[in-house]
Structure formats: C-alpha cells, structure tokens
Antibody
Framework: EVQLVESGGGLVQPGGSLRLSCAAS????????MSWVRQAPGKGLEWVSS????????YYADSVQGRFTISRDNSKNTLYLQMNSLRAEDTAIYYC??????????????WGQGTLVTVSS | DIQMTQSPSSLSASVGDRVTITCRAS??????LAWYQQKPGKVPKLLIY???TLQSGVPSRFSGSGSGTDFTLTISSLQPEDVATYYC?????????FGGGTKMEI
C-alpha cells in the first residue's frame, strides 16, 4: 500500500524557515517524480514544486522560486521542501504527491494527508 | 504561463442528473490534463488522467474528454457522495497549474 506521510509543519514567524519532509513507502520511491502542492485555508489547490525521479530536474512556482528548495533522498525514501523567507501568504496545508511516472509529465495518483504551515507573528 | 480556467465555479444539481464541468487552457496542452476530486476535509483524489483515462477504482459514471485547450469532466448520474470540489490540472510542463475549482452541491 502506498503511503506518504508529511511532517515538519508548524507555526513560524514571517521571515523564518521550515523544512517539510514526506516519508514514502509501498512503492519504488526512486522511480517516480514527486511534488508539493499547497492549499491555503478555504482556497483552491496550488502547485508549489516538483522533482524528477533522480533529482536531475526541479521545478518551482513563481510564488516560491528563490525561497523554497525541493530535494529528495532516494536512499531514505524521503522528499523534502526547505522553505525560507516565509511570508503570511505561505500559510497553507502542504501536500506531498507522487506522480504516475518518472518525470513531471504525469498526474499525481497518491497524496499524503498534508501538514499545516502557519506563518504569523 | 498557461492559465487554466474552470467553469462553473459552483454547481447545484439533483441526484441522478448528468453534470458537466469545463476546463479551458489558455494554450494547447495536448491531452496532459488531470481531474481531481476533493471531498470536504479530505485529500485530493485523482479521477482522470490523460484527459480521458479513468484512474483505477474510480466509478464509471465519471468520464473525461477533450484535447488541446478544451476539456470536460462529466458525471453521468450524480450521486450524493459526489459532493466535492473538482479541479483540473495541466501537467505537460511546469508550472503544473490547477484550475480554480468547481464546487459541486446536491
């Protein structure tokens, strides 16, 4: 059974940093692209970032480019999102999602339960 | 960047109705289009990928069509458990933009 478990969310002050993790199990993690998608309270889904299976390619939304860094450790079956210079508008539930293929040109067929990030003073 | 526009933003229909949601891309994306269902308080679930391929386990009353810039999600006979918000997403290339969502009510 595919499982994606996010952690690392919490309350952080504006300008602060957080690192999210997503522990994957139940599939060959190193064979699939992965993404982070967020959802602000009461709002729609927003794609944040994606990474290919071997980390050769990373992609970011304009809203987080230069502030967030996606990475993965295939030996640990774990996806990461380093978030720096956080702003109030980054407040959201952050979901980890597994793509159907090795690159980003594939829909996400499994999602984690999400971790809440709140940016507030 | 390619924009994804969904319509309507909300929809109220009766059990048994046939309902259709539309998603339009500002430029052609071939068939790199997915549909997701998010029930209240739940995680998004993939319904359809490649514009018209039903994800395993999804009821056959859901179907998708389209290519290029215009896509539709159809529920052939609306059920009470279909109350949810539906999102389209392009995935031909980054950014992997979502549509604004369609809130479905009974």
């Amino acid at each position: 059974e595919v499982q994606l478990v996010e952690s690392g969310g919490g309350l952080v002050q504006p300008g602060g940093s957080l690192r999210l993790s997503c522990a994957a199990s139940g599939f060959t993690f190193s064979s699939y692209a992965m993404s982070w998608v967020r959802q602000a309270p009461g709002k729609g889904l927003e794609w944040v970032s994606s990474i290919s299976d071997s980390s050769d390619n990373t992609y970011y939304a304009d809203s987080v480019q230069g502030r967030f860094t996606i990475s993965r450790d295939n030996s640990k079956n774990t996806l990461y999102l380093q978030m720096n210079s956080l702003r109030a508008e980054d407040t959201a539930i952050y979901y980890c999602a597994k793509a159907r293929g090795s690159n980003i040109a594939a829909a996400d067929n499994y999602w984690g339960q999400g971790t809440l990030v709140t940016v507030s003073s | 960047d390619i924009q994804m526009t969904q319509s309507p933003s909300s929809l109220s229909a009766s059990v048994g109705d046939r309902v259709t949601i539309t998603c339009r891309a500002s430029q052609g994306i071939r068939n790199y289009l997915a549909w997701y269902q998010q029930k209240p308080g739940k995680v998004p679930k993939l319904l359809i990928y490649a514009a018209s391929t039903l994800q395993s386990g999804v009821p056959s009353r859901f179907s998708g069509s389209g290519s290029g810039t215009d896509f539709t999600l159809t529920i052939s006979s609306l059920q009470p458990e279909d109350v949810a918000t539906y999102y389209c997403q392009k995935y031909n290339s980054a950014p992997l933009t979502f549509g604004g969502g369609t809130k479905m009510e009974i």
